[in-house]
């Protein structure tokens, strides 16, 4: 499985990037998709995840009303849509695979269960 992220960048608290994610590899229309993000010395954080059919979304608390997953089966592509962003948005984005939509997704999206990392895409929020 080959990921590749990108639409990172710097942009000022208020300001909006879209990732985006291609993937190879695998049969990209049968696997649910989802963002994390990671900061120095903290653990992988999932962010956005979207089922096959796009249906069913999930959003961490922290993101939900700003962030706006989504996905295009024929382009294999994923996106992110982050709009007014904060400095504590400033993270590693990474997207991935999972072969399954988790029905206890509300729990939390768990890394592990994920496949296909990328070398992730750079967000910097400035104050």
């Known amino acids: 499985v080959q990921v590749v992220e990108s639409g990172g960048g710097l942009v000022q608290a208020g300001g909006s990037l879209r990732l985006s994610c291609t993937v190879s590899?695998?049969?990209?229309?049968?696997?649910?998709l989802g963002w994390f993000r990671q900061t120095p010395g903290k653990e992988r954080e999932g962010v956005a995840a979207?089922?096959?059919?796009?249906?069913?979304?999930y959003y961490a608390d922290s993101v939900k009303g700003r962030f706006a997953i989504s996905r295009d089966n024929f382009k294999r592509t994923l996106y992110l849509q982050m709009n007014n962003l904060k400095p504590e948005d400033t993270a590693l984005y990474y997207c991935?695979?999972?072969?399954?939509?988790?029905?206890?997704?509300?729990?939390?999206?768990?890394?592990?269960?994920?496949?296909?990392w990328g070398q992730g895409t750079q967000v910097t929020v400035s104050a």
């Open positions: 590899g695998l049969t990209f229309q049968d696997y649910a």
């Open positions: 979207i089922s096959t059919t796009p249906d069913r979304t």
């Open positions: 991935a695979a999972d072969s399954i939509w988790r029905r206890d997704v509300r729990r939390g999206m768990r890394a592990f269960e994920y496949r296909g």
